[in-house]
């Protein structure tokens, strides 16, 4: 079972962690530790091994469609 997706959201000067960033930055929230249900997919291993590799598969077709491949993190 799937969670909702909320949106990008573009105004980020709410958030410290991005707007202090002096490089780019991303903000994945997966769960809303408040509710119960979400609670239950944080504590279950296989949810959380496909959160990520669903996150690193979304960074990944990020770096192709914006063309970063050649993108050096210093």
């Not at 994945?28 to 590799?53: C, F, S």
């Not at 979304?58 to 210093?74: H, P, S, T």
Request: charged share 35%; hydrophobic share 35%; glycine share 6%.
């Amino acid at each position: 079972e799937g969670t909702l997706e909320d949106g990008v959201r573009k105004d980020n000067t709410g958030y410290a962690v991005l707007r202090y960033s002096t490089r780019p930055a991303v903000l994945i929230e997966t769960q809303v530790m408040n509710y119960p249900e979400d609670m239950k997919r944080l504590n279950d291993k296989e949810y959380i091994k496909t959160a990520g590799e669903s996150i690193a598969k979304g960074i990944m077709r990020a770096f192709d469609e914006y063309d970063l491949k050649d993108a050096v993190i210093k």
